[in-house]
């Protein structure tokens, strides 16, 4: 009989920047399991282009990282969580050097030999570190290493959890962590895990919308689980749009760095003029709910496909050592980067919200942390600012192992989980619904919640989600699990989370607009938006 039980200290579902960030923070004597949906680097961190920021110019200061990070986030960060992530900035590029990480230094552009600092939306001053514009690339690389190099951490590759397990104490209203089911997905068999400490870091909810900048694994995973073994999620009306990702149908959303623009490139109209001015005064540089809603605008008034990103008045030289891979990957799209404007759209591409958690990562659920962008922690408000989630990775990777290894020293070993059993379930002969349904939703959740919502469309939105809903609980109590079918209900579980939260702000902030209540509304709306299961 195969082994389908497996016991640790700490699982971590998840291989990214957080995820890895807190197995290498983690004692070498924990047993440490490490999960992810397909290949360990398969994530949105390595695809992380501009950079992580940190305060390291002499000119720069944790008071100036920290107002903007505040003013980005449109009156909602909890300003105890910015001063906390902020002030670890240097100390976690200290970290990811130690770990190998090597970043872009001055010495590449000048004949200064310290960090390369670049600028993104929102940031008054230099202090986005970088390696190239391959950020994420250099980090995934370097921390895998150092994970496979470590004996107490086992990493199950294209394994997808399917759903927490949990324990009710007696006589409390404590819930604990226990483990969680998986699916194998080479072999197509459910194997549990059992372990006192839970991790998610699985990443966002970008692909319930059609067009995004990120990859397939970033379906929401860890804010569905979560949600469904009764945890609050936060603030989930706030999904980022990116302002420019390339306008090709071959080039499935690819990202053109927010550096680009730090480096003076200019957002262009079909007739060569600029437009951003007219939209905030600083310009190219504003936020990017002011820039992604700047564009739907300039795209919906005049009726064209895409706006163009232009950085050819910079010498040839200056972008190819700046944007080397960014140079390579547009021509291979038959756009001179050097010499011709790009066409950019707007693309989903980052969740503000999540499961709420502590300063720990410490979720409502004894024992279960989460951390990265599946959490809300409080640190981007309403919109976050470019460069700093990379930072919060790493930051509540080490805030969580910290409080992991206390409360190991007191808890203990988690309770026995029942053999999964899906001895009344077939297999499917209608996978088509999970396509069609798959579709379906990154559609509507494009048309009716946008960049720009109204109550209407939202609510054509929720009727859909509760016909979803009832399909695939219908198709779940009939057939074994597939990895599509385990991805679209969390899809599912999260679009509706947007939805519910979107309908419940009646208001326009940061990243949440609509036509119905276009004004700011600080007396009734200054607040999180918490939803309880
Ligand atoms: P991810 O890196 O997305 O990793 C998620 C992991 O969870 C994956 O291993 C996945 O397989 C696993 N997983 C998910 N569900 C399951 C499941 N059910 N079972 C098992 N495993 C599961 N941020 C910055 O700060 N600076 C940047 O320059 C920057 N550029 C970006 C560019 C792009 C194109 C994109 C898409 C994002 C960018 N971001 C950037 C955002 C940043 O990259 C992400 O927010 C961050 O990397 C998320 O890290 P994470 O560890 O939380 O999740
Ligand atoms: C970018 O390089 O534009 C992405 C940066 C981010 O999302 O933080």
Same mark, same amino acid.
């Given at each position: 009989m195969p082994n389908n039980s497996f016991t640790y200290d700490v699982i971590i579902i998840g291989s990214g920047a957080a995820g890895l960030g807190l197995a290498l923070s983690l004692p070498s004597h924990l047993q440490i399991a490490i999960l992810s949906?397909?290949?360990?680097?398969?994530?949105?961190t390595y695809y992380a282009q501009g950079g992580i920021s940190a305060v390291?110019?002499?000119?720069?200061s944790l008071s100036s990282h920290q107002a903007d990070t505040v003013k980005s986030g449109a009156g909602l960060c909890h300003e105890e969580i910015v001063e906390l992530v902020v002030s670890k900035g240097k100390a976690s590029i200290d970290w990811l050097m130690e770990n190998n990480v090597q970043f872009s230094t001055d010495n590449k552009f000048t004949s200064k030999n310290k960090l390369h600092l670049t600028k993104e939306g929102?940031? *008054?001053? &230099?202090?986005v570190v970088h390696a190239d514009d391959s950020t994420g690339r250099a980090v995934q690389t370097a921390l895998s290493d150092q994970v496979v190099a470590r004996s107490n951490i086992e990493i199950f590759e294209h394994h997808n959890v399917i759903d927490l397990v949990t324990t009710e104490q007696k006589n409390t209203d404590e819930s604990r962590i226990s483990g969680c089911y998986v699916l194998d997905a080479k072999k197509d068999v459910v194997i549990s895990m059992k372990a006192p400490c839970v991790t998610l870091?699985?990443?966002?909810?970008?692909?319930?919308? =059609?067009?995004?900048?990120?990859?397939?694994?970033?379906?929401g995973d860890g804010i569905a689980m979560a949600w469904r073994a009764g945890c609050r999620v936060a603030n989930m009306e706030f999904m980022q749009f990116h302002?420019?990702? =390339?306008?090709?149908?071959?080039?499935? *959303?690819?990202l053109i760095s927010e550096a680009v623009r730090g480096e003076s490139g200019l957002l262009l109209l079909p007739d060569g003029s600029r437009f951003m001015p007219n939209f905030d005064? &600083?310009?190219? =540089?504003?936020p990017r709910d002011i820039v992604a809603r700047a564009i739907d605008h300039e795209m919906k008034r005049l009726g064209i496909p895409s706006v163009y990103l232009d950085? *050819?008045? &910079?010498t040839a030289k200056f972008t190819k050592s700046h944007f080397p891979m960014l140079y390579e990957r547009c021509l291979e799209f038959g756009f001179d980067m050097t010499k011709d404007p790009l066409p950019v759209v707007p693309a989903a591409h980052y969740t503000c919200g999540g499961v709420m958690t502590d300063k720990n990562g410490?979720?409502?659920?004894?024992g279960l942390y989460a951390i990265g962008?599946?959490?809300?922690?409080?640190?981007?408000?309403a919109n976050r600012m470019a460069s700093n989630s990379i930072l919060e990775c790493l930051v509540f990777a080490k805030q969580s192992s910290e409080h992991i290894c206390s409360f190991l020293k007191s808890a203990t070993t988690a309770s026995s989980i029942e053999p999964w059993d899906d001895s009344q379930v077939i297999n499917s002969d209608e996978a088509i619904v999970v396509s069609h349904n798959w579709a379906e939703l990154r559609q509507f959740m494009w048309d009716y919640v946008g960049i720009v919502r109204t109550t209407k469309r939202l609510e054509r939105a929720k009727h859909r989600i509760t016909l979803l809903n009832q399909e695939i609980n219908e198709y779940y109590g009939k057939f074994h699990v597939t990895s599509d079918f385990l991805e679209l209900r969390n899809l599912v579980n999260a679009a509706e989370l947007i939805i519910d939260s979107a309908l419940l702000r009646k208001e326009s902030r940061g990243l949440h607009y609509t036509l119905d209540y276009p004004e700011l509304d600080d007396i009734n709306f200054k607040k999180d938006t918490v939803l309880k299961p």
């Open positions: 949906k397909l290949s360990m680097s398969e994530g949105s390291l110019d002499e000119i720069d929102g940031h *008054s001053h &230099r202090r870091a699985t990443g966002g909810a970008s692909k319930v919308y =059609l067009y995004t900048s990120n990859p397939d694994v970033s379906t302002p420019t990702c =390339l306008f090709h149908p071959q080039a499935k *959303s690819f005064k &600083r310009a190219e =540089l504003a950085i *050819s008045h &910079r410490l979720t409502d659920i004894t962008e599946t959490a809300f922690t409080g640190l981007h408000g």
